[in-house]
C-alpha cells in the first residue's frame, strides 16, 4: 500500500519540505500546514515553503512557520500538496533537488509526478485526502490540524456546495464539530471576507463582462495595470471566476488574467452542469477539475479569449 511507504520514507528521512502549488488557495495552505503538523506527529520535522500567498489565511495554526524559501539546497524528502502538475510547484526546484518525492492530491490531471504518488480524484479537496492518510497512520486530529483540513475542504467545496462533496465530509465535518473547530469562524474568514482590493476587482470584471453563445458563456479579464491601480496583492483575484459562473443561464465562465506584464493570461475556468472545463484546459497544457480548471495561454486578451472560445464551441 502506496501509504505504507509514505510512513516509511517519512520516517527515513531527516530534512524534509513540503510544498504545493503557485497561487495558492486554501486547500493548497490548509493541506501544506496539515502535513506539516503529520510529519511531527510522526516525530519528526518539515518546512513548509509558501513564497506568495493571501494574508487571509495567516489566521491558520502555523501560518507564521511558512517559509518563502530556504538555505536548504537538497533535502532528503520533498512532499507536494494539491498540485497536479511538478511545472506548477512553487519553488520547484526544492523538489527536483530532493532524493525523494510525495505526491499528495485530488486532481484527476495529477501526472504521477513522485516517487510516491498518493492521488484520489474523486475527493472534493486535497485536505479532505489527508483525512484518510491521519486515520490510516492512526494520528489523532486535533483543534488546530482540523482548522487547517476544514479550511481546504470549505474553500474547494465552495463551502459545501459543489460537486464531490460525499457523506464523510459531513461526517468528518461533524467530528470536528466535536473537537470545537468554529466553523462559522473559518467560513467567514475564507468565504465571506474580501479584501477591498478584491472588490475594486470584481467592480472592473463586473464591467466588462461579455456574454457569448446566447449568454451561455461569459469571458472577462483583468490585466497587470488593473492590480496595480488598486493595490492588489496574492490572491486578491480570487473568486473573480465564480461572478459569471453564477449568473442564470451561464454554463462556462472564463476569467483571464494577466501574469506580470508578459503577453501571457492565466485562465480560470469554471461549469455548471455539463461542460468538462478540465478537458479544454488540459488542451493548453493545463488542466484541474471537471467544474474548475485552469491553464497559461500565450497572447493578448482578445487572441487568448478566441483561442479558448474554439474549444469551449466544440463542446457547448
Ligand atoms: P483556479 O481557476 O486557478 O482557481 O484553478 C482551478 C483548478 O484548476 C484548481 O484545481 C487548479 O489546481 C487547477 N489549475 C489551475 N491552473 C492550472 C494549470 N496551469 N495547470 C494545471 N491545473 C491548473
Ligand atoms: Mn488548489
Ligand atoms: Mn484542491
Known sequence: ??????????????KIVILTHESPDGDAIGSSLATQFLVQELGKEAD??????????????????ILEESSMEKYDLAIAVDCADEKRIAQKQYFENAT??????HHGTNQMYGDLNFVNPVSPACCEVLVGIFQYFDIKIS???GTCLLTGIITDTGGFRHEGI??????FTADLIRIGVNIPDIYKRVLRTNTRANFEL????SNRMEFLEDGKVTFTYIDAKDEEEVGAQPGD????????????GVEVSIFIRQKEKE????????SGNTVNVSDICFVFGGGGHPRAAGCLIQGTVEEVKEKIMKEVKKVL
Do not use: C
Not at 460525499?166 to 461526517?171: G, L, R
Open 143 to 145: 483543534k488546530e490540524i
Open 166 to 171: 460525499n457523506p464523510e465530509t459531513f461526517e
Open 48 to 65: 513548509v515553503i509558501i513564497p506568495e500567498y493571501s494574508r487571509l489565511f495567516n489566521f491558520l495554526p502555523n501560518a507564521s512557520n
Open 263 to 270: 503577453d501571457k493570461y492565466k485562465v480560470s475556468m469554471r
Open 202 to 205: 470584481a467592480k472592473r470584471v
Open 100 to 105: 525523494k518525492t510525495i505526491v499528495i492530491d
Open 1 to 14: 500500500m502506496t501509504l505504507d511507504e509514505i510512513l516509511k520514507e517519512i520516517k527515513n528521512s531527516e
Open 237 to 248: 483575484h480570487e473568486g473573480l471566476v465564480e461572478i459569471g459562473r453564477d449568473i442564470e
